[in-house]
């Protein structure tokens, strides 16, 4: 597996990373990417692994977001369904999910900042260049902002769960 695209859905637009997991770096992110965006992806990369965050209710939910969640519930189901269609590999995980592999599931600031957090620690190395950096000088995870962050925190739990299964078997 080298290149994995990896979305966090919302009702309408999505953050959206392509990763390549050999290079250990963001090839391409969008904060606000339209599944009309995602689809060339589908078909530019032959053998595509493509994950979406599937939603689940995590505590209590008010009535404004009962109905977003479930809209972001339908297009992330749209989404994996396209990706399948396309002839790509399409797995799920959950926030929790996504947050128990990173090894946030629990600390200070919201879970977003948190798996933000992790993505830059895991691509940074003491003495070395800095993980998102500068116009002049990107790092590995330069371009990556907003909802891109969860989605680029899906593609590298996502590698951790998958690193973990071949360990133990």
Same mark, same amino acid.
């Given at each position: ?7 966090? +859905?919302? $009702? ?27 689809? $060339? ?84 190395? +003491?003495?070395?260049? +800095? ?6 000088? $990107? ?31």
């Amino acid at each position: 597996m080298v290149i994995i695209l990896g979305i966090d +859905p919302g $009702p309408v637009t999505h953050g959206a990373v392509l990763y390549d997991s050999k290079a250990r770096r963001v090839v391409w992110s969008d904060k606000a990417a339209t599944r009309l965006d995602l689809v $060339p992806l589908w078909h530019d990369y032959s053998g595509l692994t493509v994950l979406v965050e599937r939603p689940a209710a995590m505590g209590a939910l008010g009535i404004g977001i009962v109905g977003h969640m479930l809209d972001t519930a339908w297009e992330a189901g749209g989404l994996a369904y396209g990706g399948t269609v396309a002839g790509c590999t399409v797995h799920t995980m959950t926030r929790r999910e996504v947050l128990r592999a990173l090894g946030v599931l629990s600390g200070l600031g919201s879970s977003d900042s948190r798996v933000r957090a992790a993505c830059i620690a895991d691509h940074e190395t +003491p003495g070395g260049p +800095p993980a998102v950096g500068r116009k002049a000088t $990107p790092g590995p995870l330069y371009g990556v902002s907003s909802h891109a962050w969860q989605a680029l925190g899906l593609v590298l739990a996502w590698l951790e769960t998958e690193q973990h299964n071949t360990e133990t078997t």
